[in-house]
């Protein structure tokens, strides 16, 4: 596979004149540009995990409409990311017998932490990635309401990480409740 053609399109090294240091703020970019793809890429999969449970709790399982389903109200602009998490924090605030046998007891937990992930992913979407040339230390800039910046470490990565796969398997352990109780009824 080739290189991309701008491996380095939001890396300045102007006015570094030390070719080794040149070289490190290069390797520390591309480690933090990996976390960038890791972290778009959970949220990416956690996305498409929370689409299909809203097709199987709104237009059912086994229902021939979820393609277009999919196609027509997923997938359009208007239903971003955080509007399906507020789709399923309705579903799941709902008090229907159904969606109760399907809601995990850490419901309200999972769902502020959907939220986050959220945040997080909109942030390195969005955000502007600096390092530090003197201390090799990557800052991410964004914006929420203001300007602001988180420094990102490799605890800060992991800790996002960690929380995604833990609402992927959140996730997954919803969508076979609603597997069973779709059979049950």
């Known amino acids: 596979m080739n290189s991309p053609k701008f491996p380095y399109w939001r890396l300045n090294t102007r006015g570094i004149e030390d070719s080794e240091t040149q070289s490190n703020?290069?390797?520390?970019?591309?480690?933090?540009?990996?976390?960038?793809s890791e972290i778009i890429?959970?949220?990416?999969?956690?996305?498409?995990?929370?689409?299909?449970?809203?097709?199987?709790?709104?237009?059912?399982?086994?229902?021939?409409?979820?393609?277009?389903?999919?196609a027509l109200i997923l997938s359009a602009e208007f239903c971003s990311f955080f509007q399906k998490w507020r789709l399923?924090?309705?579903?799941?605030?709902?008090?229907?017998v159904w969606w109760q046998a399907c809601?995990?007891?850490?419901?309200g937990q999972q769902v502020n932490k959907l939220k986050n992930l959220i945040s997080q992913r909109n942030m390195f979407a969005h955000g502007e990635i600096v390092v530090d040339s003197s201390t090799l230390c990557a800052t991410l800039y964004y914006y929420e309401g203001k300007r602001k910046s988180v420094e990102l470490t490799d605890s800060y990565v992991q800790e996002i990480l960690d929380e995604a796969e833990?609402?992927?398997?959140?996730?997954?352990?919803m969508e076979l409740k609603f597997e069973r109780n779709n059979k049950a009824l």
């Open 103 to 107: 809601k995990p007891d850490c419901h």
């Open 25 to 36: 703020v290069r390797k520390k970019y591309d480690t933090v540009k990996a976390y960038r």
């Open 166 to 173: 833990e609402l992927l398997q959140w996730l997954a352990e």
């Open 41 to 70: 890429d959970a949220s990416t999969l956690i996305e498409l995990q929370l689409n299909q449970i809203l097709c199987d709790a709104l237009v059912g399982a086994s229902s021939g409409l979820q393609k277009q389903f999919k």
């Open 88 to 96: 399923i924090r309705s579903l799941i605030n709902d008090n229907s």
